[in-house]
């Protein structure tokens, strides 16, 4: 069964930068497309970052220049470098596989506040 656990999110300023991590099992990490959404209270979960299989990288607007996402196939691990927050960064970050997707883990909070 596929799992995911991400980590590495918290309470930061604006302007801050945190490093989340997403850590997968229940199968094959490597083959996959793989993406970081978020969902901000009130909001529908969007993708905003996402990576292929080959590495090739794309992000929503809002988030250009400012989010890296990257990708371990050894440690089967996701990651998502978050520069420059800003409040409307706050949200509940989320991994999973582009299509289909599977079954949502319970995602790692980011709060961008003074």
């Known amino acids: 069964q596929a799992q995911f656990v991400e980590s590495g999110g918290g309470l930061v300023q604006p302007g801050g930068s945190l490093r989340l991590s997403c850590v997968v099992s229940?199968?094959?990490?490597?083959?996959?497309?793989m993406g970081w959404y978020r969902q901000a209270p009130g909001k529908q979960r969007e993708l905003v970052a996402s990576?292929?299989?080959?590495?090739?990288?794309n992000y929503e607007d809002s988030v250009k220049g400012r989010f890296t996402i990257s990708r371990d196939n050894a440690k089967r691990t996701l990651y998502l470098q978050v520069n420059s927050l800003k409040v409307e960064d706050t949200a509940v970050y989320y991994c999973?596989?582009?299509?289909?997707?599977?079954?949502w883990g319970q995602g790692t909070q980011v709060t961008v506040s003074t």
């Open positions: 999973n596989r582009i299509s289909p997707q599977l079954p």
């Open positions: 990576i292929t299989s080959d590495g090739n990288t």
């Open positions: 229940g199968f094959v990490f490597s083959w996959n497309n």
